[in-house]
C-alpha cells in the first residue's frame, strides 16, 4: 500500500522531507483552501522523485514534470490557468537546456537553448559524464 500523506504533516531536514523522522518515501499532496488538490508529488528516501504535478484551483492542471532526486529530469510542462500551454521547458540532473514559453493567447515569447559555451553547460557534460 502507497503512503500518502498531506506535505504539511513532513518535516525536512535539509533536503530531504521526513516523516516520522525517517526520509519519507510515498505520495505527498496538498490541497487549495476548497480541498480540490493544489499539488501531488511522488518520494522517495525523503527526494522528490518519479510524477509530479501541481493544479489551479480551478482543476486545470498548472505544471507536470518527472524528479529525480528531487530535481527535474526530461521535460517540464506548464499551463495557464486558461488551459493554454504556457511553457515547455527540458531539463537534465536539474539543469534547463532548452526553453519556450508562450503567452495566453498562445504567441511564443520566449525561445531559448543553453549555450554550449558557458559555465553551465560545462556543469552538465560534467554531470553526464560522472553519473551517466
Known sequence: MTNRVNE??????????????????????LEHPDHSLKREFNYL??????????WYSNGQLK?????????AKGTVYQWHENGEKKSVGEYDFGVETAYKE???KGELIIDRKIDENSNLYSYLMDMKE???
Open 102 to 104: 508562450w503567452d495566453e
Open 8 to 29: 504539511n504533516y513532513l518535516d525536512f531536514d535539509g533536503d530531504q522531507s521526513i516523516l516520522d523522522g525517517k526520509p519519507f518515501t510515498g505520495i505527498g499532496f
Open 63 to 71: 505544471r507536470k514534470w518527472t524528479a529525480v532526486r528531487g530535481q
Open 45 to 54: 528516501d525523503g527526494f522528490e522523485h518519479g510524477l509530479c504535478q501541481e
Open 130 to 132: 560522472k553519473r551517466g
